[in-house]
């Protein structure tokens, strides 16, 4: 009768550690999912706001410099970045950015830092005073 009910133990067991493990496979797959969603959205953002302060670069560089400060995600195939440029220097020009990759989609829009035009039209608000 000992025999049996020792048997019981650790069928028991390892179901129990079955379901434990499981748990921890989705812990894990979630916290690299969220680890992806996460770096993908900062290296958008820090591509669009490189963009926005600089004069001299280009859209194309900002989307792939992107792509490799972003480097390879562990839940899908790879990011996919595009960042534009719209507007005219009077109505203000603004930064586009759009993020993909797996089910996650990020887009992005922002006024480029223009300082000199902000001074220029405050001193024409100022002259008509």
């Known amino acids: ?8 133990y650790t069928i028991e067991a390892a179901f129990v550690m079955a379901i434990v493990l499981w748990a921890l496979l989705f812990s894990i797959q979630a916290a690299y999912r969220l680890r992806d969603e996460v770096v993908g959205a900062l290296a958008l953002e820090e591509s669009a706001e490189r963009l926005r302060h600089n004069e ?7 989307a792939l410099w992107a792509s490799r400060r972003a480097g390879r995600p562990f839940s899908w195939k790879q990011y996919e970045f595009q960042v ?4 005219a220097s009077v109505t203000g020009k603004k930064v586009k950015a759009m993020g993909a990759g797996g089910s996650w989609k990020l887009e992005l829009e922002r006024s480029v830092f223009d ?3 902000f001074l220029r039209l405050l001193s024409l608000i100022n002259q008509e005073e």
């Open 1 to 8: 009768m000992k025999g049996k009910l020792r048997g019981s």
């Open 56 to 62: 001299t670069e280009q859209p194309e560089d900002a």
């Open 84 to 87: 534009r440029l719209s507007g």
């Open 115 to 117: 300082p000199e035009n």
